[in-house]
């Protein structure tokens, strides 16, 4: 999240928050494991979870979100997303 992103509580800009996953998005490349680094850099609530939202339907995520986590595959992680919530990596574990 970022200052003035939906529901956002963050305090840093636009730009330092796409720094900040961008820096994530190669740590995972690197071998860094999801749910870990969502527990340590998450704003999302799920950040208490590993980043799991559970199991969710079409139509219930804004469509940007939606539209890249049905189109990865079981196991997948997408580059960054960003909604009118924020920036986002998603990793599709069914």
Do not use: W
Request: proline letters at 4%; a negative charge; hydrophobic letters at 30%.
């Amino acid at each position: 999240m970022y200052k003035g992103s939906m529901r956002s509580s963050a305090s840093r800009s636009q730009d330092d928050a796409k720094s900040e996953i961008a820096r994530l998005e190669t740590e995972l490349a690197n071998g860094g494991d999801f749910a870990t680094l969502a527990r340590d850099y998450s704003d999302c609530p799920s950040k208490s979870k590993g980043g799991d939202l559970g199991t969710f339907g079409r139509g219930q995520m804004v469509p940007a979100f939606e539209e890249v986590a049905f189109e990865l595959p079981v196991g997948g992680t997408s580059g960054i997303v960003e909604t009118p919530f924020g920036y986002h990596l998603i990793q599709r574990t069914a």
